[in-house]
């Protein structure tokens, strides 16, 4: 009889054992995965949206416009002396305003 109970008791306590690694891991997608997906998307769409014209923060944190896109590059003019034009990948851009926002 007892040994019936034990075989019991050790499958309750592995279903429940079972039970909490899911919940743990559906807890760790909610937490940390999802929020992550979410703000890759928007960096994407942002990146996606750029234009001639917008103003933009590096990931190195000049401020400057972009003057010239390609498929993965931008050329970015910084500072008041038009001859600081520099090529960059778009990965390195942190922040875009439209010039619709920064002439307002």
């Known amino acids: 009889m007892s040994v019936v109970m ?3 008791g050790s499958t309750a306590s592995m279903i429940g054992m079972v039970a909490w690694i899911v919940l743990l891991f ?3 997608y909610f937490l940390m995965i999802r929020p992550q997906k979410k703000e890759q998307k928007r960096v994407t769409a942002m990146l996606s949206d750029m234009e001639v014209g ?3 923060v590096t990931t190195g ?3 400057g416009v972009i ?3 390609t498929d993965e590059d931008v050329i970015v003019e910084f ?3 038009k001859n600081c034009r520099i090529p960059m990948r778009k990965a390195a ?3 875009v305003e439209k010039a619709t926002e920064a002439n307002a």
């Open 26 to 28: 559906g807890l760790m």
């Open 93 to 95: 851009i942190a922040e």
């Open 54 to 56: 917008d103003a933009v």
């Open 79 to 81: 500072g008041n002396n």
């Open 67 to 69: 003057i010239d896109i």
């Open 6 to 8: 034990a075989s019991g």
């Open 61 to 63: 944190g000049f401020y």
